[in-house]
């Protein structure tokens, strides 16, 4: 049983329907012809083609690399060793071969202190959820928006009067309202304490992760980022039913109407189905009233391409969503114009929140003991086995819930 607004928030059909709705199909299909267009249009730019040339020879793919050479869509064809060589050729006399991670580290010693005024970079990726984050496992990969911590990571942006602006980094599918909301109220506060706030929207700023966004002084959102998914969606499976197939019997006791009304046992009561639509119409209207304030927007535009419905960033930029396309160092140029920095003026960045290592998360869990700093050895030699790593990089790179806003343990009042 699953309650959502509107029609295009369609992150839980796959329970709900046997085939794709056309509202979905009409979403994916503007999304896909978007990014598509986009990806054509830069193309096009690049390789300084017209644009129905680059779309007429991808039409005629795949094809062998010499055919893609003669309709220009690559320069010339050989191996890496040749590509390296090129490289060598177009770098200059004296250049050579270097892996990257040496070449930063010799550029850290070699630069000077980093001086002026400071701009914060947020990053907010993953799933909006409440309270506090545990931290990465001692492999890392933690894939959650905690409210608690990034709120307090505004907050500290707000006590260090060196601070000029705020960036914020967007990158989520969205998640809890209550937590989402947390969120936009800090950066509310901060922008109240004289912090500009701008949004730099990653691959994903849907749903809770337009949320965060919507009050922020500006918008910037790449060509591709699916954004917008202004709608809410909650509800439950209940299983016991198909547990009596299977001949298990489940017996649950409570006092009150509703203190089963998150059992995963039995389904909702009509009453019950009531409550929670009233609820999730008060959440919708709530979030579009946010939008429509943040976004300087009438509430029945907002009504319009709200719907539950994701956008690419440039769609949503021709609706208003977002304030202009571009990526982080466009943001960073937007946040020194509102702080009233030059253009040129050269800004610090500090990250907040701060991550942890590998080696700070062991040291918290092991202790700085002999016996401690052993294990912490041994665990280290096991981390690094091949195998190990294959899967730790698999769990991390798997993708990490769907494109929604979650309204769950709504209150029964």
């Known amino acids: 049983q699953i309650v959502k607004r509107a029609d295009y928030k369609s992150a839980a059909d796959t329970f709900m329907e046997k085939d794709m709705t056309a509202p979905d199909r009409e979403q994916l299909t503007a999304l896909v012809q978007s990014a598509y267009d986009s990806a054509t249009a830069a193309m096009a730019v690049a390789r300084k083609m017209p644009k129905q040339t680059i779309v007429d020879t991808l039409n005629a793919s795949p094809q062998f690399s010499d055919d893609a050479k003669k309709k220009g869509l690559v320069d010339t064809l050989g191996y890496d060793d040749d590509a390296g060589s090129a490289a060598l050729a177009r770098a200059g006399k004296d250049a050579k071969f270097t892996q990257l991670l040496n070449y930063l580290r010799a550029k850290e010693r070699t630069a000077r202190p980093a001086s002026g005024p400071r701009i914060v970079l947020i990053e907010a990726a993953g799933e909006i959820v409440d309270g506090k984050s545990h931290g990465p496992g001692i492999f890392g990969g933690d894939n959650v928006i905690a409210s608690d911590d990034l709120s307090e990571a ?45 949004v730099s929207m990653a691959g994903l700023a849907a749903s809770g992760g337009y949320y965060i966004s919507c009050k922020a002084d ?9 954004t917008g998914s202004i709608g809410v969606l909650t509800g439950k499976v209940a299983i016991g039913k198909t547990l009596g197939l299977a001949g298990v019997s489940v017996g649950e006791v409570a006092q009150g109407d509703n203190a089963l009304f998150d059992s995963s046992m039995q389904p909702f009561t009509q009453k019950q189905l009531d409550n929670l639509n009233a609820q999730v119409d008060a959440t919708y209207n709530d979030f ?29 930029k021709d609706r208003g969503l977002v304030d202009e396309l571009g990526g982080l160092w466009q943001a960073t140029d937007d946040a020194k114009a509102l702080a009233h920095l030059p253009k040129d003026q050269q800004v610090v960045f500090r990250r907040f929140p701060g991550r942890k290592g590998i080696f700070e998360t062991m040291n918290e869990m092991f202790g700085s003991s002999a016996v401690g700093f052993k294990a912490m050895e041994g665990l280290i030699e096991i981390a690094n086995l091949p195998p190990i790593r294959a899967v730790v990089t698999a769990m991390q790179t798997a993708p990490q819930g769907s494109v929604e806003l979650r309204a769950p343990n709504l209150p029964q009042e």
């Not at 907050?155 to 969120?183: C, F, Y």
Request: aromatic fraction near 2%.
């Open 154 to 198: 505004v907050r500290a942006a707000v006590r260090d009067p060196d601070v000029k602006a705020i960036v914020l980094r967007v990158d989520s599918p969205g998640g809890s309202v209550s937590a989402s909301d947390q969120i936009l109220e800090s950066l509310r506060r901060a922008q109240a304490r004289g912090k500009p706030v701008v």
């Open 218 to 226: 500006r918008i910037v959102a790449e060509p591709g980022t699916i």
């Open 288 to 316: 579009m009233r946010k939008v429509s304030v943040g976004r300087k927007m009438p509430f029945e535009k907002v009504q319009e391409i709200a719907k539950g419905r994701v956008w690419s960033g440039a769609d949503a």
